[in-house]
């Protein structure tokens, strides 16, 4: 498997997240009509698209994406290797609540949250998890 490559594309998925919250940053709702619409549509509850949410989140991300990235070249030392395994267990979370999502508890199967859920959020998060514990078990070889 080649690592690297599983690494900067998992930092890739990071970044373009990064950036649709920098977009979101600027007022803009796209793809939605409205905040309240984008809010529910992303996270399946309100909350604020502002600075003070959206700044640490882009943050967050950005670090994400660079320890993964390092990671996966073999650098970046323990800390990297912390914030990629960070990374694994994190979308590993976030993948199991959309399990229970899609099975029908807490997401109405009538909104666009649900359906982004079950074809785009999910699987996307299965996929990080894997390849960020992949990148984080990764022992200097540049293949496994």
Known sequence: MNIPRLGALTASVLLTDAAAHLYWLTGRTWPAG???SLSLAVL???VPFTPRVLVPLVAVLGAGAAAVLVCSRGRGGLPARLVTA????????RAAAGLVWIAGVGADTGTPFYWLNLFLY???CVFMATAAALVASRRGSRRL
């Open 34 to 36: 409205d905040v309240s």
């Open 122 to 124: 999910t699987p996307v």
């Open 44 to 46: 399946n509850f309100e």
């Open 86 to 93: 960070a990374v694994a267990a994190g979308t590993l979370v």
